[in-house]
């Protein structure tokens, strides 16, 4: 059975940083394109960083770039993504999501909130 579990979300300043995780079960991250994606209440989903298999290629939305940082533990099974300089804007619910070669999977999520 395939899993996504995020973790590490939290309150944090703005200015601060935070290191999302994504632990994988049911198929091997380095085989598989990992993604994180936000939405904002109100707002869309929007893709903020994506890891590719094979190469490990990254890619970054203009709104993070600089400033995100998106990784794969293949030993852990486990993606991360270390957003520093962080900022009100960057406040929402933050998704794991992998796509293989046969299906795409969703994590439940994780809350962050930038205030003072």
């Known amino acids: 059975q395939v899993q996504l579990v995020e973790s590490g979300g939290g309150l944090v300043q703005p200015g601060g940083s935070l290191r999302l995780s994504c632990a994988a079960s049911g198929f091997t991250v380095s085989r598989a394109a990992m993604s994180w994606y936000r939405q904002a209440p109100g707002k869309e989903r929007e893709l903020v960083a994506t890891?590719?298999?094979?190469?490990?290629?990254?890619k970054y939305a203009d709104s993070v770039k600089g400033r995100c940082t998106i990784s794969r533990n293949n030993a852990e099974n486990t993606v991360y993504l270390q957003m520093n300089s962080l900022k009100s804007e960057d406040t929402s619910v933050y998704y794991c999501?992998?796509?293989?070669?046969?299906?795409?999977?969703w994590g439940q999520g994780t809350q962050v909130t930038v205030s003072s």
């Open positions: 890891i590719s298999s094979g190469d490990s290629s990254t």
């Open positions: 999501y992998a796509r293989t070669w046969f299906n795409s999977y």
